[in-house]
């Protein structure tokens, strides 16, 4: 049925039941957002759940830099919006966690990916002041589109650095744990959180650890209750280890090769933002970007 064909009646019926279901699964203090009137009542559900999630997450990583960095926590924050999108950017900044970034984006207008009735792309990133941790990055893009299909994607994992692989595995452990309880093929998505698609630069693509999973590409999860409760749980059980390790790890001692794994971990990430990354080299603005992912500093 398309949308001219839609009596009034009928589509303010629409909109209430989807405005009911909303209500009904996050309660009397409900967030809705405008763009959830185009949704069925199901999704828009899972849409609101999707926002409380989003928030937790931030609450969860915020806290820990607050904790962390102590009273040098400084935070900044930026919020653009334009024909093609909006992008709320944070970013903790102090002795601990390094930079630490996160952004939430509402896509208006796609460059590289379809059309869509709502969309949210929530992405945090970690850059430790200590060497003996990597970068961490935790994504989660939800789509739902107008021929009634839906999108769930992201990516959890590390980046290769001077990282031991006691870390790497406890933090490996942790996830396949959720793995396991849903029936999911572990090291499939850990393989794919390693390769970079065939369109992309292969020279400057990020060197992860192989450690969480990657969830894009070819058959891509969508939008159900199973498929959501085992993303949220991987997402947060991945991000909760991290900053585990990164709370043990944060006064350890470490030596200049260390540091130098460090600055060429750094620069891969920052050539693979440049270079090969979709989102921040045709999507996003630059003012943003390089605000919530960049390294605090990168040698050449």
């Known amino acids: 049925m398309s949308a001219a064909s839609i009596s009034p009646s009928t589509m303010f019926i629409w909109i209430a039941l989807a405005m009911f279901a909303v209500a009904s ?11 959830m009137a185009k949704l069925t009542p199901e999704n828009a559900a899972l849409a609101a759940r999707a926002l409380d999630f989003m928030d ?7 806290d820990a830099a607050d904790r962390l960095n102590g009273d040098q926590n400084r935070i900044e924050e930026q919020f653009i919006d334009n024909d093609s999108g909006t992008w709320d950017t944070k970013v903790a900044r102090g002795p ?25 792309y929530f992405v945090m990133t970690v850059h430790p002041k200590t060497p003996l941790v990597g970068i961490m990055q935790a994504s989660l893009i939800i789509q739902f589109y107008p021929d009634g299909t839906s999108a769930l994607m992201g990516v959890i994992d590390v980046m290769v650095t001077a990282m031991s692989q006691e870390d790497l595995d406890e933090i490996k452990r942790a996830v396949e744990v959720v793995y396991q309880a849903h029936g999911v093929d572990g090291e499939k998505h850990r393989r794919k959180a ?31 209750e199973e498929n959501f409760n085992f993303y949220t749980e991987a997402y947060q059980t991945f991000v909760e280890a991290y900053l585990n390790v990164l709370e043990r790890r944060k ?25 090969v990354d979709p989102n921040t080299t045709q999507f996003t603005p630059y003012e943003t ?10 040698k050449f």
């Open 251 to 275: 006064d350890d001692t470490y030596t200049e090769d260390d540091l130098a794994a460090q600055d060429a971990m750094r620069k891969n990430w920052f050539e693979d933002r440049l270079f």
């Open 96 to 120: 601990v966690m390094e930079k630490a970034g996160r952004i939430l984006t509402v896509v208006k207008k796609p460059t590289f990916q379809p059309e869509s009735l709502w969309t949210r």
């Open 56 to 62: 937790k997450m931030n609450d969860i990583y915020f």
């Open 25 to 35: 699964a996050k309660g009397a203090n409900a967030e809705t957002t405008p763009d």
């Open 194 to 224: 390693c390769e970079a698609s065939p369109d992309q630069n292969h020279t400057y693509h990020r060197r992860s650890a192989c450690v969480g999973g990657g969830f894009f590409g070819r058959e891509m999860m969508s939008v159900n």
């Open 289 to 298: 970007w390089s605000l919530y992912s960049l390294p605090p500093t990168v």
